[in-house]
Each structure stands twice: as C-alpha cells, then as structure tokens.
C-alpha cells in the first residue's frame, strides 16, 4: 500500500480565534489501509491528497460537506481511502495557519453541535457501507460524551437519523 493522504497542524492565524478545529498535536501518526480514523485526526483544512489516490476513490462524495447538510466530506474520504488499500500520515511539520474567524462562545457552541451532527451522518454512512471497524470508533465517540443529555449526543443522533432517511441505501 501507498500513503495517499497526508495531513498536519492547523493553528490559528488570528491569536483572537478559537482553538476548537485546530490541530495542534506534534505527534506523527500513520494510519495503516483498513485502519481507522477519529473524526478531527485529520481534517480538510490541512490535508494533501495524491491525484491517483483522489482518481481511485471517486473523489469527495458531493452530498458531504461545506453548503451541504452533512459536513463531514474530509473524514468520509479519507475512511473511504484507508478501506480501499490507501495509507494516511498526519506530520506535524505541515503547518497551515488557518484564519476560521470563530470565537468561544456561542460561535463554537454552534459549530460544536454542526460538527456531532456531521459524525452522525459520517458514523451511518461508514456503518451503513459494511466498514464495521467503525463500531468500535462509535462506541469510543458515544462513550465520552457525558452520561447526562447534552447538545452534542443529541446532534449526533440526529445526524445519524436524518442521513439514514435521506440515504436509506448507502
């Protein structure tokens, strides 16, 4: 197998920013073909793709990401290459500086409950394509939120929920 996907930090250019979606681990990761991978490990912002590993995979799935219901086409592409005999790096010396313009508060609140939604939708479509490795991602993710109801368990249900109804067959 060949390395397809390669990915590193993301820090904030604006100081004034939130940390939440930066990457900041100095750790090297190598994900191994039919490995798994946490949602936010590697994310769009900050990752490279070879063209024949882009070609080999179809490339994004169209009914994921920015300005879609489901935003979580980075992770879908990269599970999607990693089962379909493709390797992924995350080197932390491939440093973007990235600019989101998001605050604490109520700006990562929001996009908090965006982003459990997408792992909803994310965790259905893998589970739903026979990727069974990801049960025991899902159980990790489900885990950790905490025992009382809180905004984030519940967008996740109901991303996995709608995306089940919207793509009954995926």
């Given at each position: 197998a060949e390395v397809g996907i390669a990915g590193g930090r993301i820090l904030r250019f604006d100081p004034?920013?939130?940390l939440y979606c930066c990457q900041l681990s100095e750790r090297y990761r190598f994900?191994?073909?039919?490995s798994t991978?946490?949602?936010g490990?590697?994310?769009?912002?900050?990752?490279?793709?070879?063209?024949v590993t882009f070609d080999a995979i179809g490339g994004?799935?169209?009914?994921l990401g920015a300005g879609q219901k489901y935003r979580c086409e980075d992770i879908d592409f990269i599970a999607r290459a990693l089962a379909n005999g493709?390797?992924?790096?995350?080197?932390?010396?491939l440093v973007v500086y990235h600019h989101h313009g998001r605050r604490d508060g109520e700006d990562v609140e929001s996009l908090r409950?965006?982003?459990?939604?997408?792992?909803?939708?994310?965790?259905?479509?893998?589970?739903?394509?026979?990727y069974g490795n990801y049960r025991y991602l899902l159980t990790i993710y489900v885990l950790s939120a905490p025992?009382?109801?809180?905004?984030?368990?519940?967008?996740?249900?109901?991303g996995w929920r709608d995306y089940r109804h919207d793509y009954p067959r995926a």
């Open positions: 004034a920013d939130s994900y191994e073909t039919g991978v946490r949602p490990a590697l994310q769009g912002a900050n990752f490279a793709i070879r063209r994004f799935d169209e009914t493709w390797e992924a790096v995350y080197d932390p010396e409950q965006d982003n459990s939604y997408a792992c909803g939708a994310f965790f259905a479509k893998m589970l739903s394509l026979g025992i009382r109801p809180n905004m984030k368990l519940i967008s996740f249900f109901k």
